[in-house]
């Protein structure tokens, strides 16, 4: 697998999509479904099957009197040749009918949790995406830092050499510096795992930097009710369709358990070559004879051991299981979009308050590095206020990226999420 870049979200989807190994099972899984149609159609039509057989006889007649009172032979040996051909057509198999039934749900299941596979995919390349993202502006907030950490203990060591300041500012700052660089350390290492987590969830290597978000891009709260999301939630998600799904195609199975002991009716045309080799003194002759034959056959179990009625009752606990099943999905997808959409709402808010505090950090820092400067404050003041700036300006980003995942959440959790709306976010990015 050659080596891909990926730099926008779009981009890294479409990579997924081609590489992704849970995807391409769900697509196997769906064809193979599909497949499993037309095998349970053919056992309603006409079936043609040929066959050949060859045995050796021995015949044995010791006991008959007559024979050895006339002095005829008692026992034989032949060999007979038979080759046929057999067409059936099934006229009534109540169970196969339903069968029928039963591998077109199977294949509307597959078909589900192949779409829900997709939109599993996408919730995980967008999640590890701006993971990446964040451990990536991580890394160059911390760089930033660093060079302003430096800068502060430039100017805090020539403050020292002009007399103007203390040697415990200086010690301040290089403390400061060095814890910072250890921080660089440690973001190196989290930007790496979460480039070769993200790699894994697309299945091919990626290169150079992900898109960051634009300066300006807009995040907006979530259209609709609370009441509403939760409704299409139980109503449209991925997950309660395929357990409704699974409702009938129990109820399909327990239909088919009932016809176990109903009759069955098939029609059926033979014909016959029979061969038969010369079998001594008593038949000197060899025989050959053609045979043809048409008929309808009637087939019913009248005694099963009771495998019926267990299959009766096995399928109806399978019914109840299913539909607690559906109900389960329901709370699920419910819970889902209601955890979802107040995650959007929060974020929101704290992204504003979060923004607010950056405004604020920002002047904190300008009137402590003049206070510095006028010796209204020492060191350590102006290093605390350039922690605090960029720390706040993370957590922004850091809130700014989950809004965004919860954005496919919801729409996920409603079963309306769908490829446009990565696309949708990937216009928010700037390509590098």
């Known amino acids: ?5 990926a730099e926008t979200l779009a981009q890294t989807f479409a990579l997924a999509q081609q590489h992704n190994p849970a995807l391409r099972s769900a697509l196997a899984n769906y064809q193979a479904a599909l497949s499993g149609i037309p095998f349970a159609r053919s056992r309603l039509l006409p079936q043609l099957v040929a066959g050949v057989g060859i045995s050796a006889n021995a015949h044995d007649n010791s006991e008959n009197p007559l024979l050895a009172k006339f002095g005829m032979p008692t026992s034989w040996n032949y060999t007979e040749r038979d080759i046929n051909l057999v067409a059936t057509q099934a006229l009534y198999q109540p169970g196969d009918r339903i069968g029928v039934k039963q591998a077109e749900l199977a294949a509307r299941i597959a078909y589900l949790k192949f ?3 997709n939109q599993t995919l996408m919730l995980q390349v967008a999640s590890h995406y701006f993971d990446g993202l964040a451990a990536q502006d991580t890394l160059h907030s911390l760089e930033e830092q660093q060079k302003a950490v430096v800068q502060q203990r430039a100017s805090a060591q020539a403050n020292f050499d002009a007399g103007n300041g203390t040697i415990v500012d200086v010690r301040d700052a290089q403390a400061r510096a060095d814890l910072v660089a250890a921080q660089i350390l440690a973001a190196k290492n989290q930007f790496q795992l979460a480039q070769t987590s993200l790699e894994q969830i697309v299945g091919a290597p990626m290169r150079g930097p992900l898109a960051p978000l634009a300066p300006d891009a807009s995040l907006q709260p979530p259209v609709g009710s609370l009441h509403d999301w939760v409704r299409k939630a139980e109503e449209h998600s991925l997950g309660v369709d395929q357990a409704q799904l699974g409702v009938q195609l129990a109820q399909l199975s327990a239909q088919k358990a009932r016809t176990g002991d109903l009759p069955t009716v098939s029609a059926y045309a033979r014909v016959d070559h029979d061969a038969t080799s010369v079998g001594g003194p008593l038949f000197p002759f060899g025989n050959r004879a053609n045979v043809a034959s048409v008929g309808v056959q009637l087939r019913w179990a009248l005694i099963t051991g009771g495998a019926v009625q267990s299959d009766i009752e096995q399928t109806a606990h399978l019914l109840d299981k299913s539909q607690a099943d559906l109900d389960t999905a329901r709370l699920a997808a419910a819970q889902a979009a209601r955890s979802a959409y107040l995650s959007l709402q929060s974020g929101l808010s704290q992204v504003k308050a979060l923004d607010a505090a950056i405004a604020s950090s920002r002047s904190s820092l300008q009137a402590n590095e003049t206070g510095f400067k006028v010796g209204m404050r020492v060191n350590i003041d102006v290093l605390n206020a350039l922690s605090q700036l960029y720390e706040t300006q993370r957590q922004a980003d850091r809130t700014r990226y989950d809004m965004l995942v919860n954005t496919l959440r919801l729409k996920d959790a409603a079963g ?14 700037t390509p590098p």
């Open 416 to 429: 309306q999420l769908a490829p446009a709306d990565i696309d949708a976010l990937s216009a928010l990015l």
């Open 1 to 5: 697998m050659g080596a891909a870049r």
């Open 115 to 117: 779409i829900q596979q």
